[in-house]
Protein backbone atom coordinates (compact mmCIF):
# COMPACT_ATOMS: atom_id res chain seq x y z
CA UNK A 1 0.00 0.00 0.00
CA UNK A 2 1.56 3.21 -1.46
CA UNK A 3 -0.25 5.78 0.69
CA UNK A 4 -0.58 5.85 4.64
CA UNK A 5 -3.89 5.67 5.85
CA UNK A 6 -5.16 5.77 9.37
CA UNK A 7 -7.65 2.76 10.67
CA UNK A 8 -9.60 2.88 14.06
CA UNK A 9 -11.37 -0.53 15.06
CA UNK A 10 -14.43 -0.40 17.18
CA UNK A 11 -13.47 -3.33 19.19
CA UNK A 12 -10.22 -5.08 19.73
CA UNK A 13 -11.56 -9.02 20.25
CA UNK A 14 -9.99 -11.93 17.93
CA UNK A 15 -11.03 -10.50 14.20
CA UNK A 16 -9.42 -6.73 15.44
CA UNK A 17 -6.69 -8.83 16.07
CA UNK A 18 -6.30 -11.09 12.97
CA UNK A 19 -6.84 -8.10 11.06
CA UNK A 20 -4.36 -5.72 12.95
CA UNK A 21 -1.49 -8.85 13.33
CA UNK A 22 -2.05 -9.66 9.22
CA UNK A 23 -1.80 -6.33 8.11
CA UNK A 24 1.25 -5.50 10.48
CA UNK A 25 3.47 -8.29 8.91
CA UNK A 26 2.24 -7.58 5.37
CA UNK A 27 3.94 -4.13 6.06
CA UNK A 28 0.29 -2.50 4.73
CA UNK A 29 -0.20 -0.32 7.35
CA UNK A 30 2.06 0.83 9.94
CA UNK A 31 1.09 0.50 13.94
CA UNK A 32 1.43 3.98 14.45
CA UNK A 33 -1.41 4.32 12.69
CA UNK A 34 -3.91 2.30 13.64
CA UNK A 35 -6.05 2.72 17.24
CA UNK A 36 -8.39 0.50 18.86
CA UNK A 37 -11.43 1.68 20.66
CA UNK A 38 -12.39 -1.28 24.03
CA UNK A 39 -13.28 -1.13 26.65
CA UNK A 40 -11.75 -3.73 28.07
CA UNK A 41 -8.26 -2.36 29.95
CA UNK A 42 -6.63 -5.54 30.02
CA UNK A 43 -7.42 -6.18 26.21
CA UNK A 44 -6.45 -2.47 25.89
CA UNK A 45 -3.05 -3.44 27.17
CA UNK A 46 -2.10 -6.21 25.39
CA UNK A 47 -3.18 -5.32 22.15
CA UNK A 48 -0.54 -2.12 23.08
CA UNK A 49 1.86 -4.20 24.18
CA UNK A 50 2.09 -6.62 21.34
CA UNK A 51 1.50 -4.75 18.49
CA UNK A 52 2.87 -0.91 19.29
CA UNK A 53 -0.80 0.47 18.37
CA UNK A 54 -2.49 3.08 20.15
CA UNK A 55 -6.00 1.75 22.10
CA UNK A 56 -8.44 3.97 24.06
CA UNK A 57 -11.23 2.94 26.15
CA UNK A 58 -13.41 5.76 24.04
CA UNK A 59 -15.11 4.77 20.25
CA UNK A 60 -15.57 8.71 19.84
CA UNK A 61 -11.86 9.06 20.31
CA UNK A 62 -10.71 6.48 18.42
CA UNK A 63 -12.25 7.10 15.09
CA UNK A 64 -11.06 11.28 15.69
CA UNK A 65 -8.82 11.22 12.70
CA UNK A 66 -9.17 7.65 11.28
CA UNK A 67 -10.10 7.27 7.13
CA UNK A 68 -11.31 4.16 8.16
CA UNK A 69 -13.27 2.94 11.03
CA UNK A 70 -13.66 -1.06 11.44
CA UNK A 71 -16.88 -2.12 13.10
CA UNK A 72 -15.59 -5.52 15.05
CA UNK A 73 -18.08 -5.91 18.04
CA UNK A 74 -20.49 -8.12 19.19
CA UNK A 75 -23.66 -8.38 17.63
CA UNK A 76 -25.35 -7.65 20.49
CA UNK A 77 -23.20 -4.65 21.03
CA UNK A 78 -23.91 -2.91 17.78
CA UNK A 79 -26.95 -0.74 18.50
CA UNK A 80 -25.30 1.09 21.28
CA UNK A 81 -22.01 1.29 19.58
CA UNK A 82 -23.93 3.27 16.73
CA UNK A 83 -25.70 5.38 18.86
CA UNK A 84 -22.46 6.61 20.60
CA UNK A 85 -20.73 7.09 17.07
CA UNK A 86 -23.71 8.83 15.39
CA UNK A 87 -23.32 12.01 14.50
CA UNK A 88 -19.28 11.65 15.27
CA UNK A 89 -18.38 9.80 11.85
CA UNK A 90 -17.32 12.83 9.38
CA UNK A 91 -18.77 11.99 5.48
CA UNK A 92 -14.57 11.40 4.60
CA UNK A 93 -14.63 8.42 6.46
CA UNK A 94 -15.69 4.92 5.45
CA UNK A 95 -16.95 2.34 7.93
CA UNK A 96 -16.05 -1.17 7.34
CA UNK A 97 -18.38 -3.70 9.58
CA UNK A 98 -17.31 -7.32 9.94
CA UNK A 99 -20.53 -7.81 12.44
CA UNK A 100 -22.18 -10.73 11.48
CA UNK A 101 -26.12 -10.52 10.36
CA UNK A 102 -25.70 -6.69 10.58
CA UNK A 103 -26.76 -5.25 7.03
CA UNK A 104 -25.41 -2.32 5.21
CA UNK A 105 -28.97 -0.70 5.56
CA UNK A 106 -28.62 -1.33 9.21
CA UNK A 107 -25.19 0.23 9.57
CA UNK A 108 -26.31 2.99 7.10
CA UNK A 109 -29.69 3.74 9.34
CA UNK A 110 -27.76 3.35 12.80
CA UNK A 111 -24.88 5.42 11.90
CA UNK A 112 -26.35 8.10 9.58
CA UNK A 113 -23.32 7.72 7.51
CA UNK A 114 -23.60 6.31 3.31
CA UNK A 115 -19.76 5.42 3.01
CA UNK A 116 -20.14 0.97 4.43
CA UNK A 117 -18.15 -1.65 3.52
CA UNK A 118 -19.45 -4.72 4.89
CA UNK A 119 -16.95 -7.38 5.50
CA UNK A 120 -17.54 -11.81 6.35
CA UNK A 121 -14.16 -13.21 7.01
CA UNK A 122 -13.71 -16.34 8.77
CA UNK A 123 -11.61 -17.51 11.47
CA UNK A 124 -8.28 -18.91 9.44
CA UNK A 125 -8.37 -15.37 8.86
CA UNK A 126 -6.14 -15.12 11.84
CA UNK A 127 -3.32 -17.63 10.01
CA UNK A 128 -3.88 -15.78 7.10
CA UNK A 129 -5.48 -18.46 5.17
CA UNK A 130 -9.21 -17.05 5.50
CA UNK A 131 -12.07 -16.65 2.74
CA UNK A 132 -13.46 -13.31 2.98
CA UNK A 133 -16.50 -11.85 1.09
CA UNK A 134 -17.07 -8.17 0.78
CA UNK A 135 -19.55 -5.30 -0.65
CA UNK A 136 -19.88 -1.42 -0.36
CA UNK A 137 -22.53 1.06 -0.73
CA UNK A 138 -22.11 3.00 -3.51
CA UNK A 139 -20.53 6.13 -2.15
CA UNK A 140 -17.33 4.29 -1.03
CA UNK A 141 -14.48 5.63 -2.60
CA UNK A 142 -12.47 3.71 -4.96
CA UNK A 143 -9.29 4.59 -2.87
CA UNK A 144 -10.77 3.18 -0.14
CA UNK A 145 -12.34 0.15 -1.95
CA UNK A 146 -8.18 -0.58 -3.26
CA UNK A 147 -7.46 -0.46 0.62
CA UNK A 148 -10.09 -2.53 1.75
CA UNK A 149 -9.16 -5.17 -0.88
CA UNK A 150 -5.37 -4.89 -0.07
CA UNK A 151 -6.40 -5.71 3.59
CA UNK A 152 -8.79 -8.30 3.12
CA UNK A 153 -5.73 -10.08 0.94
CA UNK A 154 -3.54 -9.95 3.90
CA UNK A 155 -6.02 -12.28 5.58
CA UNK A 156 -5.95 -14.70 2.81
CA UNK A 157 -8.54 -15.28 -0.19
CA UNK A 158 -11.41 -12.03 -0.59
CA UNK A 159 -14.10 -12.32 -3.50
CA UNK A 160 -15.77 -8.48 -3.70
CA UNK A 161 -19.92 -9.33 -4.60
CA UNK A 162 -21.70 -6.79 -6.12
CA UNK A 163 -25.10 -7.96 -4.48
CA UNK A 164 -25.25 -8.12 -0.70
CA UNK A 165 -27.39 -11.23 -0.56
CA UNK A 166 -24.08 -13.39 -1.56
CA UNK A 167 -22.93 -12.27 2.08
CA UNK A 168 -25.24 -14.00 3.82
CA UNK A 169 -24.89 -17.25 1.43
CA UNK A 170 -21.11 -16.97 2.76
CA UNK A 171 -21.70 -16.25 6.38
CA UNK A 172 -23.43 -20.08 6.24
CA UNK A 173 -20.56 -21.60 3.64
CA UNK A 174 -17.70 -20.11 4.49
CA UNK A 175 -17.56 -18.40 7.56
CA UNK A 176 -20.13 -20.88 9.74
CA UNK A 177 -17.71 -23.60 7.67
CA UNK A 178 -14.87 -23.88 9.36
CA UNK A 179 -16.90 -25.10 12.55
CA UNK A 180 -18.66 -28.05 10.29
CA UNK A 181 -14.89 -29.43 9.15
CA UNK A 182 -13.63 -29.09 13.23
CA UNK A 183 -17.08 -31.35 13.37
CA UNK A 184 -16.05 -33.66 10.88
CA UNK A 185 -12.24 -33.92 12.18
CA UNK A 186 -13.34 -34.57 15.82
CA UNK A 187 -15.56 -37.53 14.19
CA UNK A 188 -12.95 -38.84 12.63
CA UNK A 189 -10.65 -38.87 15.61
CA UNK A 190 -13.56 -40.87 17.67
CA UNK A 191 -13.77 -43.36 15.28
CA UNK A 192 -10.14 -43.65 15.61
CA UNK A 193 -10.03 -44.43 19.15
CA UNK A 194 -12.87 -46.53 19.06
CA UNK A 195 -10.79 -48.62 16.42
CA UNK A 196 -8.37 -48.90 19.22
CA UNK A 197 -6.00 -45.98 18.31
CA UNK A 198 -4.67 -44.23 21.19
CA UNK A 199 -6.55 -40.41 20.83
CA UNK A 200 -2.50 -38.79 19.68
CA UNK A 201 -2.69 -41.07 16.59
CA UNK A 202 -5.96 -40.51 15.85
CA UNK A 203 -6.04 -37.25 16.41
CA UNK A 204 -2.16 -37.03 13.97
CA UNK A 205 -4.08 -39.07 11.14
CA UNK A 206 -7.42 -37.02 10.99
CA UNK A 207 -5.94 -34.23 11.19
CA UNK A 208 -2.84 -34.72 8.55
CA UNK A 209 -5.57 -36.23 6.15
CA UNK A 210 -7.66 -33.70 6.45
CA UNK A 211 -5.15 -31.54 5.42
CA UNK A 212 -3.26 -33.84 2.58
CA UNK A 213 -6.81 -33.98 1.08
CA UNK A 214 -6.93 -30.06 0.86
CA UNK A 215 -3.68 -29.24 -0.25
CA UNK A 216 -4.33 -31.95 -2.83
CA UNK A 217 -7.53 -30.67 -4.04
CA UNK A 218 -6.27 -27.26 -4.12
CA UNK A 219 -3.09 -27.88 -6.29
CA UNK A 220 -4.27 -30.45 -9.02
CA UNK A 221 -7.64 -28.59 -9.64
CA UNK A 222 -9.57 -31.78 -9.91
CA UNK A 223 -12.91 -31.76 -8.55
CA UNK A 224 -13.74 -33.05 -4.85
CA UNK A 225 -16.37 -35.75 -6.87
CA UNK A 226 -12.69 -36.88 -9.09
CA UNK A 227 -10.41 -37.07 -6.07
CA UNK A 228 -12.96 -38.79 -3.89
CA UNK A 229 -13.17 -41.54 -6.98
CA UNK A 230 -9.85 -42.07 -7.22
CA UNK A 231 -9.48 -43.06 -4.01
CA UNK A 232 -12.88 -45.32 -4.32
CA UNK A 233 -11.46 -48.89 -5.50
CA UNK A 234 -15.06 -50.87 -6.37
CA UNK A 235 -15.43 -53.06 -3.64
CA UNK A 236 -13.02 -52.08 -1.47
CA UNK A 237 -13.24 -50.31 2.35
CA UNK A 238 -13.36 -46.70 1.38
CA UNK A 239 -17.02 -47.62 -1.17
CA UNK A 240 -18.22 -49.43 1.86
CA UNK A 241 -17.46 -46.13 3.89
CA UNK A 242 -19.01 -43.95 1.36
CA UNK A 243 -21.85 -46.32 0.89
CA UNK A 244 -22.57 -45.40 5.02
CA UNK A 245 -22.12 -41.80 4.59
CA UNK A 246 -24.62 -42.00 1.56
CA UNK A 247 -27.30 -44.41 3.60
CA UNK A 248 -26.77 -42.43 6.54
CA UNK A 249 -28.06 -39.23 4.77
CA UNK A 250 -24.28 -37.40 5.19
CA UNK A 251 -24.58 -34.97 1.84
CA UNK A 252 -28.20 -34.03 2.69
CA UNK A 253 -27.34 -33.10 6.09
CA UNK A 254 -24.77 -31.04 5.23
CA UNK A 255 -26.44 -29.33 3.02
CA UNK A 256 -29.14 -28.77 5.28
CA UNK A 257 -27.14 -27.75 7.35
CA UNK A 258 -25.79 -24.68 5.57
CA UNK A 259 -29.36 -23.70 4.60
CA UNK A 260 -30.05 -23.38 8.01
CA UNK A 261 -27.10 -21.57 8.81
CA UNK A 262 -27.59 -19.35 5.66
CA UNK A 263 -31.84 -18.80 7.40
CA UNK A 264 -30.25 -18.11 10.28
CA UNK A 265 -28.10 -15.14 9.08
CA UNK A 266 -31.52 -13.41 7.25
CA UNK A 267 -32.90 -13.55 10.53
CA UNK A 268 -29.80 -11.95 12.65
CA UNK A 269 -30.12 -9.29 10.04
CA UNK A 270 -33.81 -8.67 10.22
CA UNK A 271 -33.32 -8.66 14.17
CA UNK A 272 -30.78 -5.93 13.96
Known amino acids: MTERIQIAFIGGGMMSEAIISAIIDNKDVLPVDMIVGELLEERREYLSSNYGIATVASNVDAINGAQMVVLAVKPQHLQSVMVELRGHILPSQTVVSIIAGATTN ?13 VMPNTPARIGHGMTVWTSSPVVSNGHIDITKTILSALGQE ?49 QTVYGSINLLMSTGDTPSDLRNMVTSPGGTTAAALSEFERRGFRGTVIDAVV ?11 QQ
Open 106 to 118: TIVGGLGHQAVIR
Open 260 to 270: KAYEKAIDLGK
Open 159 to 207: IYVAEEKYLDMATALSASGPAYVFLFIEGLIDAGVGLGLTREMASALAV
